[in-house]
């Protein structure tokens, strides 16, 4: 997990304690939508359903510590340019180079 972005073992024990304060049953997992309504403050979207599939995570209902720490450290490290390509490739998935009103 630490590989995934270098973390500190001070990073990963702020990740630690931000998972579990937003674990609110405390039994170690934390659900999708709590995930991105919690720490995201976004609800669940097309966008969000991409991330979990460009990190593997597909259609999983709960995030692990790992898989929380995962989806942070690749979203962080994506720079304005590489999320701007991610919507696109979200919205274009024909590739053919439009996006279309009912894409939308």
């Known amino acids: 997990m630490v590989e ?3 973390l500190t073992p001070g990073e990963l ?3 630690y304690r ?18 991105f ?3 995201c403050a976004q609800e669940l979207t097309m966008f969000s359903d991409g991330l979990l599939q460009l990190v ?4 999983k209902e709960a995030l692990s510590f790992g898989e929380f720490c995962r989806v942070l450290v690749v979203y962080c490290l994506f720079e304005k340019k590489e999320i701007l390509e991610f919507i696109w490739s ?3 998935q024909e590739k053919t180079g439009f996006a279309h009103k009912d894409d939308f």
Request: aromatic share 6%.
């Open 13 to 15: 024990n702020k990740l």
């Open 37 to 39: 309504q919690d720490v």
């Open 56 to 59: 593997g995570l597909g259609k």
């Open 90 to 92: 979200l919205l274009d």
């Open 4 to 6: 995934l972005g270098c």
């Open 18 to 35: 931000l998972f579990r304060r937003v674990d609110e049953d405390k039994d170690g997992v934390l659900p999708i939508k709590d995930f």
